[in-house]
């Protein structure tokens, strides 16, 4: 089961602010990252150097050996996107919790009121949701929900459509409606490195259509969106994301979240998880 928590990418560090070698946790294991010459690169605690890729503005690695290339994102690659580097926070939680409230739609208007969703909106209708065996990830999509502001690029509210995908247990990928270019879809993405099983520090990303915001207006509406969920995750109990269908009850808005759990019980994915009730 190790071997198998181990053989999965990693993000580490955001490649922009790598100076003088730092150390970390992955995993509940240290590990140092830093950069050489222009080039980047993690060490274990015995000095060993880990596999690293650099891809979406963040240095990522892998304490085993993975058995498949970091998943990409091709909308990234468009002409025209703004690559928005948001920072980190670390949060006192399951690194599974965090990526399974990222999924979470329900939330919207009691949690990031008169930004992601607002009363009398709080219903969400039926969605699709599924593990697409082909590539091994989950998908939900045709996820419909009003939101006072969609984006920092929004005016005004707008019925946004969503789609979610997990490539990686601790990664989630949202596309959502691009208000400045209808027919488009804004990428943002949730990077999450499990510093200990109940401790983790969360890399958001963003690829979006935006001419009219300054990196600076971005980046802050990112954060104040995730510090808004981050009290929220600190005090969920219990702490691990439960696999057992029958610790938690769930709700028509919580497939994905269902789908999820699913998915890391059928890869072997525990790192992070309750597997029984306490």
């Known amino acids: 089961m190790t071997a198998t928590i181990d053989n999965h990418w990693y993000p580490v560090a955001m490649i922009s602010g790598i100076q003088a070698p730092r150390e970390t946790l992955l995993l509940g294991k240290k590990i140092t990252v830093g950069r050489e010459r222009g080039t980047c690169w993690v060490k274990d605690a015995s000095g060993n150097a880990l596999p690293t890729v650099e891809r979406f503005g963040h240095l990522w690695t892998s304490p085993g050996q993975p058995n498949r290339d970091l998943f990409t994102i ?23 919790r965090a990526v399974e409230n990222f999924l979470d739609i329900a939330h919207f208007p009691f949690v990031h009121t008169d930004i992601l969703g ?12 599924k593990i697409r065996e082909e590539v091994d990830e989950v998908w939900a999509t045709k996820v419909k929900f009003f939101q006072p502001q969609a984006a920092k690029s929004a005016e005004g509210g707008i019925t946004t459509e969503y789609m979610y995908r997990v490539p990686a247990p601790t990664c989630s990928v949202l596309y959502k409606t691009c208000p400045p270019r209808p027919g488009e879809w804004d990428v943002i993405t949730l990077f999450v490195q499990p510093l200990t099983d109940e401790w983790c520090e969360v890399w958001p990303w963003m690829a979006l259509y935006d ?41 028509q808005a919580d497939m994905t979240s269902v789908a999820y759990r699913r998915w890391l019980k059928k890869i072997g994915y525990t790192y992070g998880a309750q597997l029984v009730a306490a």
Not at 77 to 92: A, F, Y
Not at 214 to 237: A, G, K
């Open 74 to 96: 091709p909308e990234a690659d468009s002409p025209g996107r703004r690559l928005v580097d948001v920072g980190s926070v670390k949060v006192k939680c399951s690194p599974l």
């Open 118 to 129: 607002a009363e009398p909106h709080t219903e969400v209708d039926r969605y699709d949701v």
């Open 211 to 251: 001419d009219d915001s300054t990196m600076s207006e971005m980046v802050s509406f990112q954060q104040l969106i995730f510090m808004q969920d981050r009290s929220i995750l600190e005090n969920q109990l219990p702490r691990k994301l439960p696999l057992d269908p029958g610790m938690e009850v769930p709700t």
